[in-house]
């Protein structure tokens, strides 16, 4: 088993930055891809950046060239950069792990609070 525990979320004014971060423990496999998603009031959940091991990166369009996702050495935390954040950004964010050991695995965090006040 995997868990993963977020921090860094709150309340930021249009234009500021947070970052969040999101540490993997237990049987982490340093094959995994992890990602960050988010889900509004009413909406879906959706893709916000993922990184592959191999630091190969994807962005959702709504986040291109204001977010940053990274990852440590060890490849058991990743970290977001949020910069020039809008109201439009308010969501919970959720860190995900995806892993292949026997079979696919898939794990989520609790999620954390974003809220830009405009």
């Known amino acids: 088993q995997v868990q993963l525990v977020e921090s860094g979320g709150g309340l930021v004014q249009a234009g500021g930055s947070l970052r969040l971060s999101c540490a993997a423990s237990g049987r982490v496999l340093r094959t995994g891809t992890m990602g960050w998603y988010r889900q509004a009031p009413g909406k879906q959940r959706e893709l916000v950046a993922s990184?592959?091991?191999?630091?190969?990166?994807d962005y959702g369009d709504s986040v291109k060239g204001r977010f940053t996702i990274s990852r440590d050495n060890a490849k058991t935390t990743v970290y977001m950069q949020m910069n020039s954040l809008k109201p439009e950004d308010t969501a919970v964010y959720y860190c995900?792990?995806?892993?292949?050991?026997?079979?696919?695995?898939?794990?989520w965090g609790p999620g954390t609070q974003v809220t830009v006040s405009s």
């Open positions: 995900n792990l995806v892993q292949y050991g026997l079979s696919c695995e898939n794990y």
């Open positions: 990184i592959t091991s191999e630091n190969n990166l």
